[in-house]
């Protein structure tokens, strides 16, 4: 966790932000919460109980900002809501999406990974991002 808060701070200082108590308070609630994809009302609700003052707005402020600056990224299940999630630039991982429950598993398959490496080779294209969410049951709700 000191590697990502020391990181957090060298980029919130590149562009002239500072690590303030709130935004470091949000930021241990997500590395807290790794792999929950929480949204921001989620976020503001943990918060809360460690910060009373905070409000849901700052919440919203500081996620906006670290993904401005590439510390979250926003993800969209298909609920009509914004959730975040801390990117690590350590391991590029998809979503299998329960359309019951709304249970999100993370994955990583080496076949997906050669599949993108075969399409830039065959169609001379540079892929930059991709994001894969596959919709079906969880074990629990099938």
């Known amino acids: 966790m000191e590697k990502t808060l ?20 949000i930021l241990d609630i997500l590395l807290n919460n790794e792999g929950e994809h929480l949204s921001a009302e989620e976020v503001y609700n943990i918060v809360k109980k460690e910060d009373p003052g905070i409000g849901l707005a700052t919440v919203y402020r500081t996620l906006e900002l670290f993904c401005e600056l590439g510390i979250t990224q926003q993800l969209n299940f298909d609920d009509n809501c914004r959730r975040y999630e801390l990117d690590t630039g350590e391991d590029h991982h998809h979503h299998l999406v ?8 993370e994955f990583n398959d080496k076949i997906l990974e050669e599949f993108e490496k075969d399409l830039q080779i065959k169609h001379k294209f540079k892929v930059t991002d991709h994001r894969i969410k596959f919709y079906g049951y969880c074990e629990e709700c099938q």
């Open 98 to 105: 329960c359309s019951k429950c709304g249970k999100v598993t």
């Open 6 to 25: 020391k990181n957090l701070k060298s980029i919130l200082a590149a562009n002239n932000y500072k690590l303030t108590s709130q935004r470091k308070l």
